[in-house]
Structure formats: C-alpha cells, structure tokens
C-alpha cells in the first residue's frame, strides 16, 4: 500500500523551529520528487519546498528561503522538512506529496511541477507571536 505519513508538527512561539518527517512506504522515494505544501485556514494551498530525489536538488517557495531546509534520507525511505525562524504566517497544516520522476534527466521545481501521484493526510503547525 502507497502511503505518506508527516509528522512532528506543533505548537511553537515565532522564531522557534521544527522539524517535520514523511514517511514513504509502498514505493521508494529515489525515483520520485517528494513536496511539502501547506494550507492556512480560508486560503489555498500552496508549495513550500521541493526535492528531486534522483539528484537531491531542491527548490523553495521565495517567503522561506533562509528559513526552511529540505533533505531525504532514501535509506529510510523519509523526507525532512527543517523550519527555522518560524513565523506566526507559516501556521498551516503541512502536507508532503510525491510526485514519480520520469527515465532521464529532469529539473523539478515548486514553482512549476502540477501534479502529485500521492498525498499525506497533513500535520498541523502552529506558530504563535
């Protein structure tokens, strides 16, 4: 069974950090980008960051660049998504989402990928000022 599970959301006062962890099971994440999006209350949602497994290139929504940090660790079959500086604006429920790579070379951005093959069911983060 395909599944992603996120993990490590909570309640944090502005400036703290957290870390939050997807889980892969059911697939192995080396072929595939592996996302974060969010969505606050009353808004749509939107990337965050990106990861191409393949060659560990990653890309970030412009509001957390400096702040956020993606990684994988494929051994474990997980995705990380480290939040430093965290603000009272990143209050979401945070979803990871992979989306499978083609054969070959490819570039995989936040900014421009359109569909995702699977979805976690979200962790909340609170950011309190």
């Known amino acids: 069974e395909v599944q992603l599970v996120e993990s490590g959301g909570g309640l944090v006062q502005a400036g703290g950090s957290l870390r939050l962890s997807c889980a892969a099971s059911?697939?192995?994440?080396?072929?595939?980008?592996i996302g974060w999006f969010r969505q606050a209350p009353g808004k749509a949602r939107e990337g965050v960051s990106l990861i191409n497994n393949r060659d560990g290139s990653s890309s970030y929504k412009d509001s957390v660049k400096g702040r956020f940090t993606i990684s994988s660790d494929n051994a474990k079959n997980t995705v990380y998504l480290q939040m430093n500086s965290l603000k009272p604006e990143d209050t979401a429920v945070y979803y990871c989402?992979?989306?499978?790579?083609?054969?070959?070379?490819?570039?995989?951005?936040?900014?421009?990928?359109?569909?995702?093959?699977?979805w976690g069911k979200g962790t909340l983060v609170t950011v309190s000022s």
């Open positions: 989402a992979a989306s499978r790579l083609p054969q070959g070379a490819i570039t995989v951005s936040i900014s421009t990928i359109t569909f995702m093959d699977y």
């Open positions: 059911g697939f192995s994440i080396d072929d595939y980008a």
